[in-house]
């Protein structure tokens, strides 16, 4: 089963776009052991070479993104004040009195104007990213200087629990993924297979791009989490995925069409083993198969998402059953793909 316990390390981990550090030091650290050859590319994307008990026939990458979406430090003001912009994409209306940690150790709250300072008009629309600021409690500048600068990292700072069923965290975009791959990758696997945790998905699949064209697989397998709409207020026909009704597959997204055979393979294998599985309803979104698909000749892609709630903000939930048949649905899918059954 898909480990929650490292879940839980991963997602707490801090690592918005272009400062994944921490995460990758904490995969490194976990897949070592079972690692035939790690590369750490220079960007920062880890390649991972696994040795099954036998060669595969079809060259596999197994892919999921390190990255959260976060903020970044643009300026202080003279009294003490951080201006920032975003990393990745995050609806503003979720901003305000958020808390937050920058540089990894500095905690913030977002503030904004008071609403009883507002006028009718101000009070109705989502506050300006210009308008808002963290504060860190600093008097002037120069004490914020002595703590954060310009470019520091900025993370939400949320909870992780495990209650009803379900998991709620921040970053389980794409930590859920990393955790799945890593125990997949602690497995003794039939076929051989490359595994890559990937940096800077949020803001352009500038990782995975890079770490298709070196690693050359034949195809890949993205491991993502997609937004669930299953929610007050949305209509059930604009739900696109529901949570705990299973991992969920598709067939196009805004950068990919997804291989045929491998997306009713998905299928096929879900019914047989009688893995509960949905199909994601609606063409949006999109992932590091946008890039991995076109690498170099081009790359037969699939994608197996889990569902999630609140994606992209303070706390996403994903459910622990998803969680788990997720995992088990994509150890067949790489099988079968490594050994040859799609054609």
């Known amino acids: 089963m898909a480990d929650v316990a490292l879940l839980e390390r991963l997602c707490t981990a801090q690592g918005i776009s272009g400062d994944e550090g ?3 030091e904490l995969i ?8 035939e050859k790690i590369t750490v590319t220079s960007m920062g994307n880890i390649i991972a070479e696994k040795k099954g008990r036998q060669p595969a026939k079809t060259r596999l990458l197994l892919n999921a993104h390190m990255d959260e979406v976060g903020l970044l430090v643009t300026s202080i003001t003279e009294e003490g004040l951080l201006r920032f912009t975003t990393v990745g994409g995050i609806d503003r209306r979720i901003l305000p009195g958020k808390a937050v940690l920058v540089a ?8 904004a104007k008071p609403i009883h300072m507002l006028d009718s008009s101000a009070r109705a629309k989502a506050v300006p990213l210009d308008d808002l600021t963290i ?3 600093a008097s002037s500048k ?6 954060v600068m310009p470019g520091d990292s900025v993370t939400f700072v949320s909870l992780f629990d495990t209650a009803h069923g379900m998991i709620r965290s921040r970053a389980i975009d794409d930590r859920a993924g990393c955790a799945i791959l890593i125990d997949l990758m602690k497995r003794e696997l039939e076929y051989d297979c490359t595994f890559v945790f990937a940096v800077q998905e949020e803001i352009g699949l500038r990782g995975s791009r890079t770490a298709a064209f070196l690693a050359e697989p034949e195809a890949a397998i993205v491991v993502e989490s997609t ?6 207020g949305v209509e059930e026909q604009k739900q696109v995925c529901r949570v705990g009704k299973g991992p969920v597959l598709s067939f196009m997204d805004r950068s990919t069409i997804y291989d045929r055979e491998y997306y009713r393979l998905a299928l096929q294998l879900a019914e047989d083993n009688g893995i509960p599985c949905q199909v994601k309803e609606a063409v949006a979104g999109g992932n590091d198969a946008g890039a991995i698909h076109v690498s170099r000749g081009g790359v037969r892609t699939a994608a197996v998402s889990l569902a999630c709630r609140y994606l992209h903000s303070p706390v996403g939930m994903i459910s622990q059953e998803d969680f788990h048949h997720g995992e088990e649905l994509i150890e067949k899918l790489a099988m079968a793909i490594a050994g040859g059954e799609a054609r």
């Open 22 to 24: 921490a995460v990758r």
């Open 28 to 35: 490194l650290e976990e897949i070592r052991p079972y690692a």
């Open 104 to 111: 990894g150790k500095v905690p913030g709250v977002i503030g």
């Open 135 to 137: 504060d860190i409690g």
């Open 142 to 147: 120069e004490e914020a200087e002595e703590v």
């Open 227 to 232: 937004t669930a709409a299953d929610i007050a």
